[in-house]
């Protein structure tokens, strides 16, 4: 939603991937959350990372009859970005698998594997179209349950630099408490575009949307919440005054959470987190 977690923007190949059981005992999960924070904090000033993810990696959930994607999504403006390699991580000791998925304008593609759950970067490497990269989604899960942290290393085009794009990343930082976190920018003058942000896997239930922003003047974004990946005119609509914030309740009844923010072409930074705790 720059985890654009920014920038972090669907047809897709879905790549399924077999999840390997861990051996090592069980992580502490508070451990896990203070890792995660220590791992965002030390990637915040990369200049070669144009998107972050942080994933609560859980054991495979059983098959279900909806085609689609499990994972979290995020939307790059465009023209898109090129994308050189996922960086992968996690704590706990154990085993965890990671799946990916690229898009560009006319095809996309997936694929990853194991890593050890050993706190250092694992680097996967897509062997496809790796520019005009406008969508990107990731998927991480592990057992016993534990935090992966995702970087999408590559470049962003030369036109497209934007002082908006790291604004919220030591906010997003402290939001430990939340089940998914993105942020990033709405894209330069003249290149702004809605942005997107998709968890396929959060479970049913009654959830909190929090969505901030941030802007050199006043502006309307357009918030829409849907389930899985509805499409935004049949999302519920609301509207956040940007600069600002706002909660927004969603009650879902089936896996699943969406949030499409559209900033009307003016640029900004944006932040959306789910379930943070008061």
């Known amino acids: 939603m720059s985890r654009r977690l920014p920038p972090a923007a669907l047809g897709a190949v879905v790549v399924a991937l077999a999840l390997t059981a861990c051996t090592a005992p069980a992580a502490s999960l508070d451990d896990a959350r203070a890792w995660i924070d220590e791992a965002q904090h030390a990637d915040v000033d990369r200049a070669d990372v144009v998107g972050r993810f942080v994933i609560p990696a859980e054991p495979e959930s059983t098959p279900d009859d909806s085609d689609e994607p499990s994972g979290s999504t995020l939307d790059f403006p465009a023209p898109g970005v090129h994308v050189d ?135 309307p974004v357009d918030v829409a919440l849907s389930q899985g990946e509805a499409l935004p005119d049949e999302a519920d609509a609301h509207e956040l005054t940007c600069p600002g914030a706002a909660t927004y309740p969603f009650t879902t009844d089936a896996e699943g959470l969406s949030v499409q923010l559209d900033s009307r072409g003016e640029p900004g930074a944006y932040l959306v987190a789910i379930d943070v705790e008061p």
Do not use: M, N
Request: charged letters at 20%; one cysteine or more; proline letters at 7%.
């Open 85 to 219: 390699a996922f960086e992968v991580s996690c704590f706990g000791g154990g085993t965890a698998t990671f799946e990916f998925e690229v898009s560009a304008a006319t095809s996309s593609h997936g694929g990853g594997g194991e890593l050890p759950c050993d706190e250092k970067p694992h680097e996967f490497v897509p062997d496809g179209e790796l520019e005009g990269i406008t969508i990107a989604r990731v998927d991480v899960t592990a057992d016993p349950a534990t935090f992966a942290y995702v970087a999408v290393r590559g470049t962003a085009p030369a036109a497209a630099a934007d002082p908006w794009k790291e604004h919220f990343a030591e906010r997003a930082a402290e939001l430990e408490s939340a089940s998914g976190v993105a942020w990033g920018s709405f894209g330069i003058d003249g290149e702004v575009s809605p942005v997107g942000w998709t968890d396929a896997s959060l479970p049913p239930g009654d959830h909190v949307v929090t969505v901030e922003c941030a802007a050199a003047q006043a502006f």
